[in-house]
């Protein structure tokens, strides 16, 4: 086989991959942009890591691009954290609209059965593992060598992800940071401490930050 057949073949898998993502997106609950989906499976695919991690999972949209993607390349998986739970996703928001959104129960149950049922039709059991759990009580893998995505509970445990979790990302891998301006600054303060550990800015995408560890 020649080289530029295999090029070809290169070209047409990850054209079908991000086709894929592409329709997937929409059908789920969330607000990650295609867009955004799609660099955080670019990144898995140039990467081929065998570790990334998402705090702040919701109805799956991101998850499922980098799971699409460690499938794709044959290794890795992701680790999905996410309490589905309006408990926790009301604790620190200090603005009442906020507050009352996220208080519905029966809308967070809804979305995780909708996530888990996608996970299974998608054939992405064994490329997403799932830790339904509030981010302070999760496993943080000792190696992240993939994408950290860092959409959890806006309030102070943002601080406490990026404290936690950002050390275990190896040089090279990336972060993404969602909602900086989020009421409160606490995404604005896990920012700051990104920035103190050796991590760089590379661009701005739609309300986050992608950093690179340097």
Known sequence: ?????????????????????????????????????????????????????????????????????????????????????????????????????????????????????KRGTLGLNDAIEVQRMISDYAPVPKRIDGVFVADGNHGPTAIRDVERFAPSVVPGAFVLLDDIQWTGNYVSKAREKLMEMDFKSIFKIDTGEWFQKM
């Open 1 to 117: 086989m020649f080289a530029d057949d295999v090029e070809g073949i290169r070209f047409e898998i990850m054209t079908k991959l991000f086709q894929n993502i592409s329709e997937l997106v929409p059908r789920c609950h969330g607000w990650a942009t295609v867009d955004k989906c799609l660099l955080l499976a670019s990144s898995v695919v140039a990467l081929r890591p065998e570790t990334s991690v998402i705090i702040g999972v919701w109805g799956g949209r991101d998850t499922f691009a980098l799971a699409l993607a460690h499938k794709e390349i044959g290794k890795g998986r992701v680790m999905a954290i996410d309490p589905w739970a309006a408990a926790a996703s009301i604790q620190g928001q200090d603005n009442q609209a906020d507050r009352e959104w996220w208080g519905n129960s029966k809308m967070h149950n809804d979305v995780y059965l909708d996530f888990m049922e």
